[in-house]
């Protein structure tokens, strides 16, 4: 998920999603519509799409010479998970809190076999054998 908010950190990576969220785009016309905000070269475009493409929030397909990009949907979802999760706290820790009492209770288990072990309840000790 790291990635993905790396990815999004960037204004002109917004930019590019906002501009995919109308549909598929190709390279040019995305350069173009950058262009009106930012100076930027069709390199540079190309890097940014590529750090999206990457971090899952976009797709790439050839078309010809062409590369249309467009919204990974899947991508935008698993963000989106992420941070609905935010808004449930108690959801997002259920799972690291399960393992905690899981934890605590094999330590709570280990702790009664040594206690048994040292004498009180252990094998040939002078309680079993009355």
Known sequence: MEGVF???????RRHLLELLSAG?????????????RTAVTQPAVSHHLKVLREAGLVTVRAQGQRRLYAID???????RDWLDALRNPVEMLAQPLDALATEISRGQRERRKGQQNNGRG?????????
């Open 6 to 12: 790396e990815a999004l950190g960037d204004p002109v």
């Open 24 to 36: 598929e785009l190709p390279v040019g016309a995305l350069v173009t519509a950058v262009g009106t």
């Open 73 to 79: 949907e899947a991508g935008v979802a698993a963000a």
């Open 122 to 130: 252990a094998p040939g000790s002078a309680r079993e054998a009355g």
